[in-house]
Structure formats: C-alpha cells, structure tokens
C-alpha cells in the first residue's frame, strides 16, 4: 500500500502552547488528506478535510481556529493545535486518499499529551 | 443511529478456530466498504476492500449483504497476530459535503489466545 509518513509520533507540551503535526504522502500525491482525532476505546473522529491549495473542510464541533490545517503542496498537510490544553491530549492520525478511489492509507499517528 | 455499527467484543478465539462478526450501515447507496485493523496505540492498516458480494484473501473473507445491509469478515485458522481490533469502513456518501469521507465502526476487538 501506499505509505503516509507524520511526524512527530509523540509529543509532550506544556498547556498553552501550539503543536505542529506534519502529514506526507511518500510514494504519491495526495490532493485530499484527512485529520483523525481518537480518544482511548473510541473510533477514529473525522475533525477535518485538508485539499490542496484551498480551504479545509471542518466537520461540526471542530474549531478551525484552533486547528489549523495547512496544504500547501500535495505531499503534504500539517495540522496546528493552537493553544492546546490537557483536553486536547489525543492520538492524531492522517490519512492520504488516493485520487483514484476511496481508499484512505494513514501515517502512524501523533500521540499528543498537554500537560 | 450511527452510520455504521459493530459489535464491541471482545471475540476470544482459540489459536487456529475461525471467527466471524458483522458490521451494519445505514447508508443504503454505499457501493465500496472496507476492513481496517488497528493494533493497539497504532495507525489503521488496510485489510480488504469489498466492492461486490464479497471477496477472499487467504484467510480472511469479507461477504456484503445489500439486502439486509451488513458486512461481514471472517477469518480462518486464527493466529496469534491475527489480535487486533477491526475496522468497519463505509464511504461517507455521494453528496458534495461528505464525497470522499469514511464512516468508521467503533471496531470490533479479536483476541486470539494459545
């Protein structure tokens, strides 16, 4: 399958602070990635829909101000926790789409902890 | 109701018994589902894509039932790392707002035991 790169794959910050979470498709181009957020024993949670050179798409109850999504190219979206605080402590997880179908492939995931 | 629905578990398997769970979805236009699993603290990993009636790979069979809206995956002599909790995946429907999006069960928990 293809293969999604992200990076950092855990971070520890102090409340307040911001947190970059970058997303690459490796062996192709992705003009849609998606940002997953999934607390412990739940299900992955779509938050948002990152297109190339445009606008992200943010499902409902997601504050686009506070995640900021960036996809500046087709190998890459990064995602931004503004402000994160300790409810924001999650496991983050992109995924690329294959323009060919609908097939998502995921890169390891961010473990995220606020502190 | 959800979109798409799984039984929690979790199935405890003997070592080479065969196990098999279903996951409904509401959508009745979803022409493509998918199986994922998810190893504990991990991203999803593909497992199989069902566009038809069904289709096998090795151990693993996935059947669709459009009738009765459900998805089934079985898996034949269980191994050891076959333990991990499955993903029910449906597209999230032909509209605009949801093109290219994925419905995901809550995931069904296997554990295979010695």
């Known amino acids: 399958g293809a293969v999604v790169s992200q990076h950092p794959s855990r971070v520890i910050c102090k409340s307040g602070t911001s947190v970059k979470i970058e997303c690459r498709s490796l062996d192709f181009q992705a003009t849609t990635m998606f940002w997953y957020r999934q607390f412990p024993k739940q299900s992955l949670m779509l938050m948002a829909t990152s297109n190339e050179g445009s606008k992200a798409t943010y499902e409902q109850g997601v504050e686009k101000d506070k995640f900021l999504i960036n996809h500046a190219s087709l190998t890459l979206s990064t995602l931004t926790v503004t402000s994160a605080h300790p409810e924001d402590s999650s496991f983050y997880i992109c995924?690329?789409?294959?323009?060919?179908?609908?097939?998502?492939?995921f890169g390891p995931g961010t473990r995220l902890t606020v502190l | 109701r959800k979109e798409v629905e799984q039984d929690p578990g979790p199935f405890n398997v003997p070592e080479g018994a065969t196990v098999a769970f279903n996951c409904t979805y509401s959508n009745s236009a979803s022409q493509s589902f998918f199986w994922y699993r998810q190893d504990c603290r991990k991203e999803p990993k593909l497992l199989m894509s069902v566009y038809s009636s069904g289709n096998e790979d090795g151990r693993f069979t996935a059947q669709l039932n459009r009738a009765s809206q459900y998805i089934s995956l079985l898996i034949r002599d269980s191994k050891l790392s076959d333990s991990a909790t499955y993903l029910c995946?449906?597209?999230?429907?032909?509209?605009?707002?949801?093109?290219?999006?994925?419905?995901f069960g809550a995931g069904t928990q296997v554990v295979v035991t010695p």
């Open positions: 995924s690329a789409q294959l323009t060919s179908g609908r097939v998502q492939f």
């Open positions: 995946v449906a597209p999230g429907g032909r509209t605009t707002d949801s093109w290219g999006k994925l419905q």
